[in-house]
């Protein structure tokens, strides 16, 4: 007997209780889409993970950051000049597995609207070179990067977070607001760049529809939305340096003069280029070229520190691989956890097959018998048994690809929309082949004993 005249048989004898193989269908239906909708969802908490990371600087992204020395160099601590700006440049110079470097120096100051009464708030200041905005995954809305040129010149420029710019230009559109002035201190900067607004796509969501009840919620993107930029040699001349001001960080001694103060940066440069790469950071944070080879570049990292340092691990690396983990462990379990309650269906749905086609072996016991009577093997009649069921497995799982579809819908309306389900195809194969194996195994049985019938007593069956 053909194959193709076996398959054919299986259908009609499917198609002939209709009912029956529905019933026995109905728990491959539930497994099958159960399966997807729960793949669906974990990928969904995977890329939303991968993507908030990411807008927060990504895996690449790693903070050097001081610490006390082991016990063992305790005694040699005063050896080591700290976390300097001398490090960033032995980093950039020598750690070719290091693609971006980003020093930063900080002071509190308020800051404000040049000519007009408006919002004054303090503000965290920020001294650094281009690669921060590269590093931070910085997107511009408005204007420009600092450049390299304003750090050699020690510019009067400033970038300011798209919150910050909104406060002190309420009105305004960020567009208009480039080359207006700011007040850091009495210090006027010129605003050449306002960055993109920052938000999750819950946060969006949420505004959007004018809510205002989740605001008190944690906001991973207030940091980004809030910062104020300018070039690192500006911060360090106007408000650290002893050329221009002996007065520490945070005092209110300023020039009260709004023409911005010039500052010969050229013919003070010998005196204070020592003091410059001795400055110690208030962070250095750097970005591997390539996650391909992470520990490798922690390793460079480390080699390069040691010799600047003297010898004194007070520092350390901060990254975000335990963050990471952390999310993959919980997004794994996620997907085990579902998998084996879906798994546990299509078993469920398999026994079902393999009790109906019991039953119907029962009631052909007397058609079986003619066919082996007329020529047909027990192979044959085990092979109609085994398509009986596979096929029974494949109409579930079509369905249940069908009914998975409406499921994810439903998902998509009660997630989080930074985790919105995704349909998986690497999913939905998975599961049609889990059900045509759940079908196959529930056939075994019931065609070993229909293969295994005698053709006399088949006959002489009522």
């Known amino acids: ?19 029956r193989s529905v019933l026995s269908m109905l728990g491959i239906v539930l497994g099958v889409s159960s399966l997807i909708a729960t793949m669906a969802l974990t990928r969904g908490m995977e890329e939303g993970t991968r993507t908030f990371m990411q807008q927060l600087g990504g895996l690449e992204l790693v903070t050097i950051a001081e610490k006390n020395p082991s016990s063992l160099k305790m005694d040699f601590a005063n050896l080591s000049p700290g976390l300097t700006l001398r490090d960033a440049q032995v980093i950039r110079e020598s750690a070719s597995l290091i693609s971006h470097v980003s020093p930063e120096i900080a002071i509190n100051s308020l800051v404000s609207s040049f000519g007009q009464s408006g919002t004054r708030e303090r503000r965290m200041i920020r001294g650094i070179y281009p690669d921060h905005f590269v590093i931070r995954m910085h997107q511009i809305g408005a204007g420009r990067f600092l450049s390299d040129l304003d750090v050699q010149r020690g510019a009067r420029c400033v970038v300011l977070g798209n919150t910050v710019a909104t406060q002190l230009w309420p009105e305004a559109s960020i567009e208009s607001l480039i080359g207006k002035t700011v007040l850091i201190g009495t210090s006027p900067f010129e605003v050449v760049g306002v960055l993109d607004f920052y938000q999750s796509e819950e946060q969006g969501r949420i505004r959007r529809s004018g809510k205002t009840s989740m ?15 300018i070039p690192f ?11 221009v001001s002996d007065e520490k960080p945070n005092s209110n001694k300023r020039n009260d003069s709004t023409e911005p103060k010039k500052t010969n940066v050229t013919t ?27 520990r490798p570049a922690l390793d ?18 901060e990254t975000r691989e335990d963050w990471f983990d952390r999310v993959e462990s919980s997004v794994r379990a996620a997907r ?13 749905g398999g026994i079902g097959i393999m009790n109906i086609m019991l039953a119907s072996i029962s009631e052909r016991v007397r058609e079986i018998g003619i066919r082996m009577a007329v020529g047909a093997r027990p192979r044959d009649i085990f092979l109609q048994i085994i398509t009986e069921g596979m096929f029974i497995s494949l109409i579930g799982a079509f369905l249940g690809i069908g009914a998975s579809l409406g499921l994810i819908e439903i998902l998509k309306l009660i997630s989080p929309t930074e985790n919105v389900p995704l349909l998986s195809w690497d999913g939905v194969l998975f599961s049609v082949v889990f059900a045509l194996l759940a079908g196959l195994l529930s056939g075994i049985y019931p065609g070993l004993k229909a293969a295994r019938l005698d053709p006399i007593s088949a006959l002489r069956y009522e």
Do not use: C
């Open 1 to 19: 007997m053909s194959l193709l005249v076996v398959f054919q048989i299986g259908i009609r004898e499917v198609a002939a209780h209709k009912f």
């Open 215 to 229: 605001r008190w919620k944690w906001d991973p993107f207030r940091i980004k939305n809030e910062t104020v930029l």
């Open 233 to 243: 040699t500006t911060l360090f001349h106007e408000f650290r340096s002893g050329v």
């Open 268 to 294: 003070e440069s010998s005196k204070t280029n020592e003091s410059i790469d001795s400055i110690e950071l208030e962070a250095l944070i750097v970005r591997v070229r390539d996650l391909e080879y992470f």
């Open 300 to 317: 460079q990292l480390r080699k390069l520190l040691d010799i600047t340092h003297r010898g004194v691990d007070d520092f350390d690396f």
């Open 336 to 348: 085990l956890s579902g998998g084996l309650i879906s798994a546990i269906s299509l078993i469920v």
